[in-house]
């Protein structure tokens, strides 16, 4: 997930971070001549200057996907990075190039990491495309170097980036999804925050009536329906049954797994999703939100930026934030969250000495507790590092890490678990039962035969 992929999730523990690099490193060199002396009548010997080493010529290709305007404050953060650590390192060269999240994730760097050729520096997700790309041997291990830097413990979760003990990308900001709404909305409705399913179902009925949308979506991109489904689904089956797909202990066909898909078609034929959401980009979600025409949406915490800024308008502070509700019978934990540490940067495998050395310089300065502190305040993302210091946080993060405490456990979402191919094959199914074209057991059934497909590949 956007996420995309936030993680389990704690930020509450009070932790000082290092400073930033391994030690004290004087790329101008030093002048080592001696004091002069007055013991001898004969004039001193000169020692001449140790004459500065020139600097090498690095270059870094650095792939981002902050291109939208709702992360202009994420990208300043990355430039102003990237200014500090040319600076310190006169020679280097950072050449940055922004792209679209999702053409980055599921065509360009797919395509670059089949051919062997990926940027220097960039972005990706954790989980199941991480291993793909390990296994191919395309990623740096970076655990000696963060080993080395002294911050491999300052993380709140590497475990998405994380392959047979080693490390190889680090996590720059976490996620917990759960439904954001109108305070108002509720306020004027007499409407309290559900806390089971059937509760969900009268709040939303009553939210319908009211003529407006009870929960705004925008189907477009196949990931964003993921987002509430994955958490219908974990109610239903539980994370382990999820994890269990990928070794065939369990299937998408199983009876939990096809109430989950049941659970998800009825709030569709509620009608109380957006009508005609399957036209609507994601940015279109959040909008709802925002003008009142929808009182919830359900979605990560990274859409707290824009419900916290000079687009909220009059609703700022009158956002709230709260975990999705249990649903009874379902075998899952009922007061989980999917929560998770999934977007991150990774590094070539093809980088020379040089360039490693001015990777560690780029991560000392970006993993550090300014920049962590910065990512929470001003871009309103989670902090992928412990942070000892958390005051000035806006109220709906302090919602937000309220909820993430107060979560019984935390899960990574199913991308980050299944097999990328058979992601594809869900995004596509959760299309057909919003468009009202497909029946649960029929899109259980299409993503099995996708799932023993790429289980019998893995065992290859």
């Known amino acids: 997930m956007k996420k995309s992929t936030l993680l389990t999730a704690t ?50 290709s650095l792939r981002h996907t902050q291109i939208k305007e709702t992360s202009k404050n994420r990208l300043k953060i990355l430039e102003d990075v990237v200014k500090k650590t040319q600076d310190e390192n006169p020679g280097l060269t950072f050449k940055l190039e922004g792209i679209d999240e999702v053409v980055n994730r599921d065509q360009k760097l797919k395509a670059e990491m089949t051919a062997g050729n990926p940027p220097d520096i960039f972005e990706v997700f954790g989980g199941a495309d991480l291993n793909l790309y390990v296994k191919a041997g395309r990623m740096l291990d970076l655990t000696p170097i963060i080993e080395e830097l002294g911050i491999k413990d300052k993380f709140a979760s590497l475990d998405e980036f994380t392959v047979d003990g080693k490390v190889y990308g680090l996590p720059f900001g976490g996620y917990s999804e759960g439904i954001f709404y109108n305070k108002k909305i509720f306020s004027d409705l007499g409407l309290s925050v559900p806390t089971s399913w059937d509760q969900l179902l009268e709040t939303a009925d009553k939210i319908k009536a009211a003529g407006i949308t009870p929960l705004g979506l925008a189907a477009k991109d196949g990931w964003v329906n993921g987002m509430l489904w994955n958490t219908v689904m974990e109610r239903n089956v539980g994370i382990d049954a999820i994890n269990k797909l990928v070794t065939g202990e369990t299937k998408w066909t199983d009876e939990g797994f096809i109430k989950g898909f049941t659970d998800y078609a009825t709030l569709v034929n509620k009608d109380y999703f957006t009508k005609g959401a399957l036209g609507l980009a994601y940015a279109d979600q959040g909008a709802q939100l925002l003008s009142g025409k929808a009182a919830m949406v359900f979605t990560g915490s990274w859409d707290a930026n824009r419900f916290t800024g000079d687009e909220a308008g009059d609703l700022k502070g009158q956002i709230g934030y709260f975990n999705f509700p249990s649903i009874a019978g379902g075998a ?116 099995q035969a996708a799932q023993d497909k790429a289980n019998a590949a893995a065992a290859k």
């Open 11 to 60: 930020l509450l523990a009070a932790f000082t971070m290092v400073a930033s690099a391994c030690g004290s490193d004087n790329n101008n060199g030093g002048n080592n001549t001696p004091a002069s002396t007055e013991a001898s009548q004969e004039p001193a010997a000169t020692t001449e200057a140790t004459p500065t080493p020139a600097a090498k010529d690095v270059t870094l």
């Open 332 to 447: 899952g934990d009922q007061t989980s969250i999917n929560a998770s540490y999934s977007n991150g940067f990774g590094f070539s495998a093809n980088l020379n000495e040089d360039q490693v050395a001015m990777v560690k310089k780029f991560i000392a300065n970006f993993y550090s507790e300014e920049i962590q502190k910065r990512t929470l305040l001003e871009d309103k993302v989670l902090p992928s590092m412990k942070l000892s210091d958390l005051s000035g946080v806006d109220p709906l993060i302090s919602d937000v890490l309220t909820v993430m405490a107060n979560a019984s456990t935390s899960w990574k979402a199913y991308d980050a678990i299944v097999q990328p191919a058979v992601g594809a094959v869900v995004n596509v199914g959760l299309q057909e039962l919003i468009g009202k074209v497909s029946k649960p057991e029929k899109v259980a059934k299409d993503i």
